[in-house]
């Protein structure tokens, strides 16, 4: 398990979560965190993940370690994967090497003909533990915070529309703190805006 995830077990954790049918549409919506679950690139389903058919299986035998978290508001849902692991692409390898390896995945992953496993991308991997430590921050979690302290955090969710295997998703994009606004008062007499 992977350090990120460590301190987690297999499973969810939940807190009044609604089987919101409603996706939140293209903007940036105050959400808060309603389903936090550990799955892999062998499930599939955003919001209750299921193991994927045989025939839907990554060709690769090592699978990669994922937080799925559900979001959602009184306008609707929406879940974003977070990988703990980044691989190197079939184009980064060195033309020595590609004779071993098949370009695989929609991300053109590096994977060993015979042997089934990607190559670990050290820098990917780096910048996969930023992303879920930005994530934690944008939800005000103090470093250290576990898995479980997401539930019922507010975070702030941008959702754009992308292209994916055909398909235009609706995706959350990026993610950042809730900045609580502060209502002034009119401390200014109405006496004192006459003399304007």
Request: net charge negative.
């Amino acid at each position: 398990m992977s350090k990120q995830f460590q301190n987690f077990q297999s499973g969810q954790f939940e807190s009044n979560f609604s089987n919101e049918t409603t996706v939140l549409g293209e903007g940036t919506h105050r959400v808060k965190i309603s389903r936090v679950t550990v799955t892999d690139d062998t499930m599939k389903g955003l919001v209750n993940p299921i193991k994927k058919s045989d025939d839907e299986l990554p060709e690769w035998k090592d699978v990669t370690e994922q937080l799925a978290v559900t979001m959602n508001n009184s306008d609707g849902v929406t879940t974003r994967r977070f990988n703990a692991t980044g691989y190197v692409r079939y184009s980064e390898l060195p033309e020595n090497m590609r004779g071993d390896y098949d370009e695989l995945g929609s991300e053109n992953y590096a994977v060993h003909k015979t042997k089934k496993v990607s190559i670990i991308d050290k820098n990917r991997t780096a910048q996969c533990e930023n992303i879920i430590n930005q994530f934690f921050y944008s939800c005000g979690l103090p470093e250290g915070s576990g898995i479980s302290d997401l539930l019922g955090c507010e975070t702030m969710v941008t959702i754009k529309a992308k292209e994916y295997n055909g398909n235009t998703q609706l995706y959350p994009a990026s993610f950042s703190a809730v900045q609580e606004v502060k209502v002034v008062e009119d401390t200014v007499s109405q006496d004192a805006e006459a003399d304007y």
